[in-house]
C-alpha cells in the first residue's frame, strides 16, 4: 500500500529565508505526486504536481520540489519565504490508474517577521 | 468561474439527527471525494465515486452515507451512527482517479 511521511509537524522560517519541506512516500511503481496549501479553515490549493519527465517541478506562488527515486522523496522547496507562505502544506503519492492520492499528515509553516 | 461548492460553511446540529453536506462541482470532473479533516491526522477518505451512479467506502466510511446521482453532485450524510462526527469535512474532485484534485472550501460541522 502507499504511504507519505511528512517528517516535520511544523517548520518556523524568518520572512526572507528558504524553505525546505520534506516528503518522503512508499509506492511501488513510477508514483504520482502532489503538493497542496491550506490556509486556516480553507481548502486545499494545488501547488505542483509530479507525474513524468523532469524530476524538478515548478509550481505557482514561487514554489519547486525535486523527485528522487533513489531516496523516495518529493521535498518542496522554495528560494525566499514571504509571510503569506504561513499555511498548512500536504503532500500526497499517487498513482496512475485508480489509484487515490495518499495523503501526509502535513506541516505546518510558521514565518517570523 | 469553474469550481467546487460545499455549502453551508458552518453547520450546527444535534446528537441523534442525521445531517447531509452538500457538495457541487462544474469542472466536468467524473471523479469526487469526500475527506474528513482533524487536528494533526491530515486527510482521510470517507468516500469517492469514479463515475455517476457508482461509489465506493474509503478508510472511514462507517456512520457516514453518499449518492452520486449526477455527476455535478456529491452530497455526504452524516449519520447518527457516526459516533464522532464533529470535524471539518473537504470535497475534492478530479478528472479521474489519480489525477490531481481541486477541493471545496470546506464544512466544519459540529455536534452537541
Known amino acids: 500500500a502507499q504511504s507519505v511521511t511528512q517528517p516535520d509537524i511544523h517548520i518556523t522560517v524568518s520572512e526572507g529565508a528558504s524553505l525546505e519541506l520534506r516528503c518522503n512516500y512508499s509506492?511501488?511503481?513510477?508514483?504520482?505526486l502532489f503538493w497542496y496549501v491550506q490556509s486556516p479553515g480553507q481548502g486545499l490549493q494545488l501547488l505542483l504536481k509530479?507525474?513524468?519527465?523532469?524530476?524538478l517541478v515548478q509550481g505557482i506562488k514561487g514554489f519547486e520540489a525535486e523527485f528522487k527515486r533513489s531516496q523516495s522523496s518529493f521535498n518542496l522547496r522554495k528560494p525566499s519565504v514571504h509571510w503569506s507562505d504561513a499555511a498548512e502544506y500536504f503532500c500526497?503519492?499517487?498513482?496512475?490508474?485508480?489509484?487515490?492520492?495518499?495523503f501526509g499528515r502535513g506541516t505546518s509553516l510558521i514565518v517570523h517577521p | 468561474d469553474g469550481g467546487i461548492t460545499q455549502s453551508p460553511k458552518y453547520l450546527f446540529r444535534k446528537e441523534g439527527q442525521n445531517v447531509t453536506l452538500s457538495c457541487e462541482q462544474n469542472?466536468?470532473?467524473?471523479?469526487m471525494y469526500w475527506y474528513r479533516q482533524d487536528p494533526g491526522q491530515g486527510l482521510r477518505l470517507i468516500y469517492y465515486?469514479?463515475?455517476?451512479?457508482?461509489?465506493q467506502k474509503g478508510d472511514i466510511a462507517e456512520g457516514y452515507s453518499v449518492s452520486r446521482e449526477k455527476k455535478e453532485s456529491f452530497p455526504l450524510t452524516v449519520t447518527s451512527a457516526q459516533k464522532n462526527p464533529t470535524a471539518f469535512y473537504l470535497c475534492?474532485?478530479?478528472?479521474?482517479?489519480?489525477?490531481?484534485?481541486?477541493f471545496g472550501p470546506g464544512t466544519r460541522l459540529t455536534v452537541t
Open positions: 509530479y507525474f513524468s519527465g523532469d524530476t
Open positions: 465515486s469514479q463515475i455517476v451512479n457508482d461509489f
Open positions: 475534492a474532485s478530479s478528472i479521474a482517479l489519480g489525477s490531481e484534485q481541486y
Open positions: 509506492y511501488g511503481a513510477t508514483p504520482y
Open positions: 500526497a503519492v499517487g498513482g496512475g490508474g485508480s489509484y487515490i492520492p495518499t
Open positions: 469542472l466536468n470532473h467524473d471523479a
